[in-house]
C-alpha cells in the first residue's frame, strides 16, 4: 500500500472561500430579490492594457511562422525580459542586480510554494500573522513543525518587529495581503540586521510593491543595505499588469546570498538546479506580454489602471470611516483592512455586511488567528461596481 506524505493531514483546514461561497449562496436562496456586491476578491477586473495586448499578440504570431517559432526556451526565462526586469524594476532604482540573479516563472505563488525545498527540513520558520496562506502551507507539506508567529497588530501599524527568538527563514510581505500595511526602511533594516546576524534568509513577497505611492517606503528589500547577502524577493506581473490570467512572475536569488559554511554551494545555484529540474520554464507568449508590459507604454498605460484600483481604494476607506469604522490600509496597498466594531468577530462582521448591506467581504480570521476582529476588503474591481457597493454599507449598516 502506497502511503501518502502524512504533512497534508497536518494542514489547517482551508474553508473560508468555501464557507464565504456557501454563506453567500444560502443568503441568495433566502433573499432571492437581493443583489450581492463583492469587495471580498483579491482578483483583477480590468483589461489589459493595449501594449500588453499587443505584446502578447506578438508572441502568439511569432509562433504562426517557421521562421520565428519557438518551442521550450530558457528554463530561466528569457534573456530579454530577464534584462528588462534589472533593469526597469532594480537599475533605474539604483539597485544592482544581474539578469543572471533574476528566474522567470509563472508567477509569485509557485515559487513562493518552492523556494523553502532549498532549506533544510528543520529550519526554523517565522511568518507574519496574519498572512498569506501558502508561507505556512508550504512548510508544513515540507514537514516543518517549528515555527515563530509575527503578530502584526493595531498597535505596531501590522508591521511586526523582529523575532525575540532565532529564526533561520523569515517572510516579510509587503505591501502586505491582507491587511495593506506597508514596511518602512527602518522596518526592513531591523530584518535585514536580524538575518544577518542569525545567518537567516528572508523571502521577501513583494507583489503589490507597484501599490505604494509614498516615496520613502522602500519597493524592493534591495533598497536595504546587506540585503543582497540575506533576502530573495519575489516579483509578479499578476498585480502590475493584470497577469493573474495570463501567470508571470520572477524571483530574484543575489549570488551574494549567505550560505551554509559546510556546503558551499551558492543558493542561486541551488534555485537554478531546482527550476530546471522541476519547471520548464514560463509561456512564451506571457513572456511576450511581460516584455511590452515594461515599456515605457506599458508601464504608462498600467500606471493608469492600478490607478483607477487606487481610487477604489480611496472610495473604500472613506466610505467605511464615514460609517464610523476603523481602517488601516488602501493608500499604498490594494487592501483595506477594516476593524470589527465593539461585540462582532470576523464571521459576525461579515454575516452583518451580508446581510445589511448585501456586500461579500473576507473574514480577518481566514489569514491567521490574528487577523481575528477585521475584514478585509479589496480595491479591485470596476468603479462603478465598488461604488455601488460602499454605498449600499453607507446607508443600510448600522453600528
Ligand atoms: C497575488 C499574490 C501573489 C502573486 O501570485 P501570482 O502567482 O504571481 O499570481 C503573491 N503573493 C501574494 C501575497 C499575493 O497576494
Known amino acids: 500500500m502506497v502511503r501518502i506524505n502524512e504533512n497534508y493531514l497536518r494542514l489547517p483546514a482551508s474553508y473560508l472561500f468555501s464557507e464565504i461561497a456557501r454563506r453567500a449562496r444560502e443568503f441568495q436562496a433566502a433573499n432571492p430579490d437581493a443583489r450581492l456586491m463583492r469587495l471580498g476578491i483579491g482578483n483583477t477586473t480590468e483589461p489589459l492594457a493595449p501594449s500588453v495586448i499587443k505584446g502578447l499578440h506578438d508572441g502568439v504570431e511569432k509562433l504562426a511562422h517557421v521562421e520565428t517559432y519557438s518551442g521550450y526556451g530558457d528554463e530561466q526565462g528569457d534573456a530579454a525580459l530577464r534584462r528588462r526586469i534589472a533593469e526597469v524594476k532594480y537599475g533605474e532604482r539604483g539597485l544592482a542586480i544581474e539578469p543572471d540573479e533574476i528566474f522567470i516563472s509563472d508567477g509569485a505563488k509557485s515559487d513562493t510554494a518552492n523556494i523553502q525545498s532549498l532549506f533544510d527540513p528543520f529550519a526554523v520558520v517565522a511568518i507574519q500573522d ?6 505556512v502551507d508550504t512548510n508544513v507539506i515540507a514537514g516543518r513543525e517549528s515555527f515563530v508567529s509575527m503578530a502584526c497588530t493595531e498597535a505596531n501599524g501590522f508591521v511586526p518587529s523582529v523575532p525575540s527568538i532565532h529564526a533561520d527563514i523569515i517572510y516579510i510581505c509587503s505591501p502586505n495581503n491582507p491587511t495593506g ?35 520613502d517606503l522602500p519597493r524592493s528589500i534591495y533598497e536595504i543595505v546587506g540585503a543582497r547577502k540575506c533576502a530573495i524577493e519575489l516579483g509578479t506581473f499578476s498585480k502590475e499588469a493584470g497577469f493573474t490570467g495570463v501567470r508571470l512572475g520572477w524571483t530574484v536569488v543575489p549570488k551574494g546570498l549567505a550560505i551554509d559554511a559546510k556546503n558551499p554551494r551558492s543558493v542561486n545555484e541551488l534555485w537554478n538546479r531546482r527550476q530546471t529540474t522541476f519547471f520548464n520554464g514560463a509561456s512564451n507568449v506571457a513572456q511576450s506580454g511581460g516584455l511590452a508590459a515594461l515599456t515605457p507604454e506599458g508601464r504608462h498605460e498600467n500606471d493608469a489602471i492600478i490607478e483607477l484600483y487606487m481610487a477604489n481604494g480611496t472610495v473604500i476607506r472613506e466610505g467605511l470611516q464615514s460609517v464610523g469604522l476603523t481602517v488601516y490600509g488602501g493608500t499604498n496597498a490594494p487592501y483595506v483592512w477594516a476593524k470589527c466594531p465593539a461585540g462582532y468577530d470576523s464571521w459576525a462582521f461579515f454575516d ?21 476582529g477585521f475584514l478585509r476588503l479589496s480595491a479591485f474591481g470596476h468603479p462603478e461596481s465598488i461604488r455601488r457597493a460602499v454605498d449600499s454599507i453607507r446607508s443600510n449598516v448600522r453600528l
Open 130 to 135: 496574519p498572512a498569506y496562506p501558502v508561507y
Open 352 to 372: 452583518k455586511m451580508l446581510d445589511e448591506a448585501h456586500v461579500i467581504t473576507t473574514p480577518g480570521s481566514g489569514f491567521g488567528p490574528g487577523g481575528e
Open 181 to 215: 500595511a506597508v514596511a518602512t526602511r527602518a522596518n526592513l533594516e531591523a530584518f535585514v540586521a536580524y538575518a544577518l546576524a542569525n545567518d537567516a534568509i528572508i523571502l521577501y513577497d513583494a507583489a503589490y510593491e507597484c501599490f505604494i505611492r509614498d516615496r
